[in-house]
């Protein structure tokens, strides 16, 4: 695939036009050296030999949500009513999966004087973790709903005084869970679990995004040094929003962005109009071709046709019959191929992904609980796009 990548992405620099391809492609020349960047950085090309090791292990994947990730008092993974069985591992495995993305809400029932994460949680989280390597399948565990991290950040970026105290403690509080989280993970092999620092930050601030994801990133760091650390952007994850982001000349990092372009089509019933069908588009082609050119302009590989690995941590379709739209939802084919065109797109730049989700997440599922079997589509247009 890289020579086509690097013929794609060259025309993309003069042109910005799409080209056919084979399977035999790569990634552009970059100049070697260093170069401007945006807001007065420097471009300095890295080894990400690491990182794209570990992103060709995640490969094909999908989410475990509303279950780690869920809130309340007295909850472990039943927080949304959806608690993750031993068997769905098998299941996964079986369809053809390389890796789950384990979301979790780590700081549920902390303890914020100790800092230190509830143990039943942690407890269970590990068990999963065990379940899921004992499959075969890598996990990538991630940082889910911080809320009330971005809440005040959105008062600390206005210099609201009490808000800029209370944003520093939370911060605070989250690097201290992920360094207890990092130390307590690093029995499991390097090879088979990677850390997702934060879910879809919101915070309205660059600065203050970059502050809190190197923050996490030193603390992880120190405690496994050789763990495939993952960074999402603010506006809820944008791949575009790579541009804002300062981070480390670590080779051993992957960039992850989420895609449900457009809204119109992936969220009908959850704040969208419910069209079916009708509102089918999918414009991933273009998108990943732009994504990939400015990964290219901002953190290229030392070898001068790759970049920084990426992985497409959420994508899917909602409004599954029988949830929010009814016999209004997108049907099964729609969904299917909308997946699978995704996914194409994805590849041609070597990225990893998990689809959002394999049960009970809002209509979004690509697995039925109750018929303990794949909706029609899946998981083939996940596994084996055509």
Known sequence: MRSFISALLMTALVTVSFVACDNSSAPPAVDSGSKPKEQGRTVVPVDYSKGRAMNARLGKGINLGNSWD???????????????????????????????????????????????????????????????????????????????????????????????????????????????????????????????????????????????????????????????????SYNAAKFAQLSILDLPADGNIIYSGHYYEPYTFSHQGHGYACQGDAAYSNKAVSDFLGYAKMAMELYPDISGKDFIPMNMGEFGIAGRSGWECGDKAPSDEAKAKWAAETIKAAQKYNMSFHYWGFTYVGGFEAYDRKGKAWYPGFPQALINPQ
């Open 70 to 232: 869920g809130d309340g008092r007295n909850c472990t993974d039943n927080c949304w009513s959806n608690p993750i069985e031993d068997g769905d591992f098998k299941v996964i495995k079986e369809a053809g999966f390389n890796s789950i993305r384990l979301p979790v809400r780590w700081q549920r029932n902390s303890d914020r004087e100790t800092h230190t994460v509830d143990p039943e949680m942690l407890a269970g989280v590990k068990e999963d973790v065990t379940l899921a390597i004992n499959e075969g399948l890598v996990v990538l565990l991630d940082f889910h709903h911080y809320v009330e991290l971005n809440a005040l950040g959105g008062g600390a970026h206005r210099g609201r005084g009490d808000s800029v105290a209370l944003f520093q403690a939370e911060k605070e509080h989250f690097v201290a869970l992920w360094s207890q989280i990092a130390t307590e993970f690093e029995e499991f092999p390097d090879s088979m679990l990677a850390y997702d620092i934060l879910n879809e930050p919101t915070i309205p601030n660059e600065g203050l995004v970059n502050d809190v994801l190197r923050s996490a990133y030193d603390a992880i760091r120190k405690a496994s040094p050789g763990k495939t650390i993952m960074f999402e």
